[in-house]
Nanobody
Framework: QVQLVESGGGLVQPGGPPRLSCTAF????????MGWYRQAPGKHRELVAS???????TYADSVRERSTISSDNAKKTVYLQMNNLTPEDTTVYYC?????????WGKGTLVTVSS
């Protein structure tokens, strides 16, 4: 079984930045794909950014120029740094990890961008 523990959400002023962290606990021995998704009310959950254990990254077009995802493989932790936040970035952010054994989600962390 795999558990994901998220941190770093909360109230953020426009311009940001928050730094979201997610640590995976459990049987993660091989390659993995770990990242962050977000879901606004009434919309589908969408990828924000992800990173493979070998270091390759993927970003949504809406955040590509203002976000950086990184990882610490030894700690099984990924970090998402987002800059130039706007109220449109307000939503729940979910951590996700894909491994051979399955696809796992965190409980989500709310990021509220407001002055």
């Amino acid at each position: 079984q795999v558990q994901l523990v998220e941190s770093g959400g909360g109230l953020v002023q426009p311009g940001g930045p928050p730094r979201l962290s997610c640590t995976a606990f459990g049987n993660i021995y091989a390659a993995y794909d770990m990242g962050w998704y977000r879901q606004a009310p009434g919309k589908h959950r969408e990828l924000v950014a992800s990173i493979l254990s070998i270091g390759s990254t993927t970003y949504a077009d809406s955040v590509r120029e203002r976000s950086t995802i990184s990882s610490d493989n030894a700690k099984k932790t990924v970090y998402l740094q987002m800059n130039n936040l706007t109220p449109e970035d307000t939503t729940v952010y979910y951590c996700n990890i894909k491994i051979f054994a399955g696809d796992y989600w965190g409980k989500g962390t709310l990021v509220t961008v407001s002055s």
